[in-house]
Nanobody, 125 residues
Framework: QVQLVESGGGSVQAGGSLRLSCKASGVTYQYYYMAWFRQTPGNEREGVAFIDSDGATNYADSVKGRFTISRDNAEYTLYLQMDNLKPEDTAMYYC???????????????????WGKGTQVTISP
């Protein structure tokens, strides 16, 4: 059974940092394309950052230069280092895994095979 478990969320002030983690189990992790998404109430899930098994990345314009996605294939773990956080980064953050590169590489939530349950990030002014 595939399971993705996010952790590391919390509440910080603007300008602060957080590091999210997503631990995978039940998958051959190195074959999966991985990404972080976020969602606020009433809005669609928004792509934040993507990484393939070789380390190639793609970021949403809103987080470029502030967020860094990485993965440890040996530990089956995905990370999102978030620096210089802004109130508009407040959201539930989810990790997603896909076997095909297509939509996930362009930060499209469609085509994700597996989702975690999310971790809340709240940034105060």
């Amino acid at each position: 059974q595939v399971q993705l478990v996010e952790s590391g969320g919390g509440s910080v002030q603007a300008g602060g940092s957080l590091r999210l983690s997503c631990k995978a189990s039940g998958v051959t992790y190195q074959y999966y394309y991985m990404a972080w998404f976020r969602q606020t109430p009433g809005n669609e899930r928004e792509g934040v950052a993507f990484i393939d098994s070789d380390g190639a990345t793609n970021y949403a314009d809103s987080v470029k230069g502030r967020f860094t996605i990485s993965r440890d294939n040996a530990e089956y773990t995905l990370y999102l280092q978030m620096d210089n956080l802004k109130p508009e980064d407040t959201a539930m953050y989810y990790c997603g895994a896909a076997l095909e590169r297509g939509p996930i590489a362009t930060l499209d939530y469609r085509g994700i095979d597996y989702w975690g349950k999310g971790t809340q990030v709240t940034i105060s002014p």
